[in-house]
């Protein structure tokens, strides 16, 4: 049997790893965290996987990744509960940033996928609907993988900090380590806050995109009146908490989108640092001893069950 030493329990190394179950290998897992770690940023992350919404931050290669991946989540989705959901996603803006999203919708429209004309939005907001997106909730992604590999006989999970040479490793190596890969070139860190509210008084089932020149916004509706609000983008791998600066803004706009917002619980307040290259595309490197798939960037969901398959075909 085949043995595979994957490196890294983000959202990139959990993907290789289950699908590296799924083609039959033998799989040894490495992290420097155990396995029921809460730091990383796969795990903190919205867990969006809606690509047209992404064109505003990223090239449309985006879009090559999509199909194989959405696919790959709905067929997990019945062994690994990941709380998979497909709606439609409400782009909106001020009134006053209208041409904003005129200049997104222009965007889409080149790449031929299909939008809403402007929708009824909220007062004050105007806005368009891309129809169909995908988002996951991460924690129950976790929770249901780390019993997956802790249940299956071929998988091994061992808690290890590994150099950049990662020495002393079975089979073919696959390095997922994310930020923490600094030996790839060019590799860098952009960090993201978010906050996790309790508002009863809200009522939003679908992901909101809120544009703003200065405070974007998203809200990730979670079920049971509880919603993720994000996320900063700011040039940093510096993962310490929350600025005050950004809980104002996101506060702050969530409450001027929807003022049931004011009288919302702050739960929880999380950081991660997201890996990226400066094409903001993922790659595959070829190392010495290593493959490594890292630079996901604002969509490691997205990415990483189309990038595991890419690497894992050649292994095979
Ligand atoms: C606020 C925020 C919101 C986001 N929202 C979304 C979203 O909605 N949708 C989406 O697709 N993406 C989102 N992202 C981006 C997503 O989180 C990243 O793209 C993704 O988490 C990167 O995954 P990764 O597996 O490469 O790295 P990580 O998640 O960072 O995992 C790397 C793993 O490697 C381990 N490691 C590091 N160094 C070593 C070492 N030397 N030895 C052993 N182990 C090591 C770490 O402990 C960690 O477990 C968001 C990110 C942030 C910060």
């Given at each position: 049997m085949k043995k595979i030493s994957i490196i890294g329990l983000g959202v990139v190394g959990r993907v290789t790893s289950l699908m590296a179950l799924e083609y039959g290998f033998a799989v040894d897992i490495y992290d420097k965290?155990?396995?029921?770690?809460?730091?990383s940023a796969s795990y903190i992350a919205g867990g969006m996987i809606s690509p047209i919404s992404e064109l505003d931050y990223c090239s449309s290669d985006i879009l090559e990744y999509y199909s194989f991946s959405m696919n790959w989540w709905k067929k997990i989705e019945q062994e690994i509960k990941v709380d998979l959901k497909i709606k439609d996603t409400l782009i909106c803006a001020f009134q006053q940033d209208a041409s904003e999203l005129e200049l997104i919708k222009k965007r889409i429209r080149l790449t031929k996928n299909p939008i809403s004309e402007n929708v009824p939005c909220k007062l004050g907001f105007t806005g368009f609907k891309i129809p169909r997106e995908g988002f996951l909730n991460p924690r129950k992604f976790f929770r249901s993988s780390n019993r997956f590999f802790q249940n299956h006989k071929k998988c091994h999970f061992f808690q290890k900090k590994l150099s950049?040479?990662?020495?002393?490793?079975?089979g073919s190596i696959i390095d997922c380590?994310?930020?923490?890969?600094?030996?790839?070139?060019?590799l860098r860190g952009v960090r993201g806050e978010l906050l996790e509210v309790f508002a009863k008084n809200v009522q939003i089932d679908h992901i909101v995109r809120l544009y703003h020149p200065r405070y974007p916004l998203y809200i990730i509706p979670r079920g049971a009146g509880l919603f993720s609000l994000g996320a900063s983008m700011i040039e940093?791998?510096?993962?310490s908490a929350i600025s005050v600066r950004t809980s104002l803004e996101i506060l702050t706009t969530a409450v001027s989108y929807d003022?049931?917002?004011?009288?919302?619980?702050?739960l929880n307040s999380l950081v991660g640092i997201r890996p990226t290259f400066p094409s903001s595309l993922p790659k595959i490197c070829k190392n010495k001893n290593s493959i490594s798939i890292n630079g996901?960037?604002?969509?490691g969901y997205l990415y990483a069950p189309s990038l595991a398959h890419k690497v894992l075909r050649e292994i095979i």
């Open positions: 965290n155990s396995l029921s770690s809460e730091d950049n040479d990662l020495p002393g490793l079975e380590r994310g930020i923490g890969a600094k030996n790839l070139k060019n940093s791998d510096d993962n003022e049931g917002f004011l009288e919302a619980r702050i996901v960037f604002r969509n």
